[in-house]
Nanobody, 126 residues
Framework: VQLQASGGGLVPAGDSLRLSCTAS????????MGWFRRAPGKERQFVAAISWNGGNTYYLDSVKGRFTISRDNAKNTVYLQMNSLKPEDTADYYC????????????????????WGQGTQVTVSS
């Protein structure tokens, strides 16, 4: 499966961005999807994930109430709406696909996901 992420950019603190990740190569609607990020000098970190049918979501504590993950299975796309951005949100953001279809549990480890997009850079200025 190929994942193509887009939507990053340079914005001032308090602003918003919407990231998109479009999948191809397998049946997108069967798989949970996640967003991760890696800040300069830090390990890749879980940000948010959504179940295959969109019924369940899970977030990193520090983004709860500011970020919203959603998906459009008809468009093979998962989104990350990021509001009230902070400088500490600066990172490369990656989308990823869970390897197992139709699972109810949302996983948050980087090793739980086997397909990764190329990343899109988000920079939040103070």
């Amino acid at each position: 499966v190929q994942l193509q992420a887009s939507g990053g950019g340079l914005v001032p603190a308090g602003d918003s961005l919407r990231l998109s990740c479009t999948a191809s190569g397998r049946t997108f609607s069967k798989y949970n999807m996640g967003w991760f990020r890696r800040a300069p000098g830090k390990e890749r970190q879980f940000v948010a994930a959504i179940s295959w049918n969109g019924g369940n979501t899970y977030y990193l504590d520090s983004v709860k109430g500011r970020f919203t993950i959603s998906r459009d299975n008809a468009k093979n796309t998962v989104y990350l709406q990021m509001n009230s951005l902070k400088p500490e949100d600066t990172a490369d953001y990656y989308c990823a696909a869970d390897p197992s279809p139709f699972i109810s549990a949302i996983r948050t480890g980087t090793r739980d996901y086997d397909y990764w997009g190329q990343g899109t850079q988000v920079t939040v200025s103070s």
